[in-house]
T-cell receptor, first 113, second 110 residues
Framework: NAGVTQTPKFQVLKTGQSMTLQCAQDMNHEYMSWYRQDPGMGLRLIHYSVGAGITDQGEVPNGYNVSRSTTEDFPLRLLSAAPSQTSVYFC????????????FGPGTRLTVL | SQKIEQNSEALNIQEGKTATLTCNYT??????LQWYRQDPGRGPVFLLL?????KEKRKERLKVTFDTTLKQSLFHITASQPADSATYLCAYNTGNQFYFGTGTSLTVIP
């Protein structure tokens, strides 16, 4: 099993550009989620999904969109990138909603100029 | 709002000693707490989970305690090794949302 995979590993955007961060898992996990990690702030939940077709907002959802058309994939879209979205983004999945443990991907480092 | 706090100061200890990391939470009583390890440039990796009715949990050189009265979890690494150097995160979830501490950076000095 590849576990949780994320692409790209690094990305540089200009303010106002859009892009999609990809996340996939091959463990048949129902629960998938996106976090951003900033110095001194820890991991903060952006959006999560408890199954195909079901998504919900986390702690910091503004500026991000998600969809879940399959169990395996959970892409994160930035519609109009802002410098405040410069961060490291992690995708995580779990056997079922509410955990109890998360499996994380390797992360995407995003810089918005 | 949910709050989970870890000592943001880095912890440096000598090889062979026991490292103790602290996690405090407020505004909520979680059913369980989790501990993760994160190496630079990598995603967090799950280490241990302790439930509210478990006072202590062990896994090899790792030990976690959970004090619901103090609203605190302690994470111990005994006989520490340089390979234990990493950032350690604690977390809990309320329903479908997980909350993480900022992590404590541990350096084990040979």
């Amino acid at each position: 099993n590849a576990g949780v995979t994320q692409t790209p590993k690094f990305q540089v955007l200009k303010t106002g550009q859009s892009m999609t961060l990809q996340c996939a898992q091959d463990m048949n996990h129902e629960y998938m989620s996106w976090y951003r990690q900033d110095p001194g702030m820890g991991l903060r939940l952006i959006h999560y999904s408890v199954g195909a077709g079901i998504t919900d907002q986390g702690e910091v959802p503004n500026g991000y969109n998600v969809s879940r058309s399959t169990t395996e994939d959970f892409p994160l879209r930035l519609l109009s990138a802002a410098p405040s979205q410069t961060s490291v983004y992690f995708c995580a999945s779990s056997y079922m909603p509410g955990g109890p443990r998360l499996f994380f991907g390797p992360g995407t480092r995003l810089t918005v100029l | 709002s949910q709050k989970i706090e870890q000592n943001s100061e880095a912890l440096n200890i000598q090889e062979g000693k026991t490292a103790t990391l602290t996690c405090n939470y407020t505004n909520y009583s979680p059913a369980y707490l989790q501990w993760y390890r994160q190496d630079p440039g990598r995603g967090p990796v799950f280490l241990l989970l302790i439930r509210e009715n478990e006072k202590e949990k062990r896994k090899e050189r790792l030990k976690v305690t959970f004090d619901t009265t103090l609203k605190q979890s302690l994470f111990h690494i005994t006989a520490s090794q340089p390979a234990d150097s990493a950032t350690y995160l604690c977390a809990y979830n309320t329903g479908n949302q997980f909350y993480f501490g900022t992590g404590t950076s541990l350096t084990v000095i040979p």
